[in-house]
């Protein structure tokens, strides 16, 4: 079931979440490799969540976050920790929710299109695995209960994935 579909049966934003976290969790089901993880969990974000023009993973390399799996435009491939708001996030170890990235400084603009942001950090325990990155083109677009969701699905990836 789809956020809009949930939405036009009168279904809340956190039951949306619960819908898109039980979906990763049965994508995941029998598959440990963190790479079609994340791929199966960007496309299921894609298609689930309205709004987006960006939405994927940037994976930890222990110098750089890199590229990873996503859906949307071409992006920028590598990531300074403390750079932008994927660098920001990592570094931070903290979700980082921008309603408007033209104010956010040093943002790095790869669509610019892209008004707001929402960036969740991937953490095993303390260990940075990267993070995950979702954009839109309004502005406002992502909020506390957006935060939650993106988390708890975030965590899902990690509890459900390797991570050597």
């Known amino acids: 079931m789809s956020f809009e579909t949930l939405k036009a ?7 949306a979440y619960a819908v898109l976290h039980d979906n990763a969790r049965a994508v995941f089901h029998g598959e440990r490799d963190p790479i079609a ?3 199966n969990l960007s496309s299921l974000i894609w298609h689930a969540l ?6 994927g993973f940037y994976l930890w390399n222990g110098r750089q976050l890199v590229l990873g799996p996503f859906q949307g435009k071409v992006a920028c491939v590598r990531i300074d920790l403390g ?16 309603i408007d990235v033209h104010a956010f400084p040093g943002h790095i603009a790869c669509d ?4 707001s942001e929402i960036v969740v950090p991937l953490l095993l325990g303390e260990r940075l695995l990267g993070v995950l990155d979702l954009d839109s083109p309004l502005p ?13 699905v975030a965590q899902a990836w990690v509890e459900c994935s390797d991570h050597p």
Not at 83 to 98: D, I, K, P, S, Y
Not at 112 to 115: D, E, G, K
């Open 50 to 55: 309205p709004d987006l023009n960006w939405a």
């Open 140 to 152: 406002a677009r992502f909020d506390d209960e957006d935060r939650r969701g993106l988390e708890g």
């Open 9 to 15: 049966a009168g279904g809340s934003k956190a039951e």
């Open 112 to 115: 610019p299109a892209s008004r």
């Open 83 to 98: 750079r932008g708001v994927c660098g920001t996030a990592a570094q931070e170890r903290r979700t980082q929710l921008v």
């Open 37 to 39: 993880n994340a791929a």
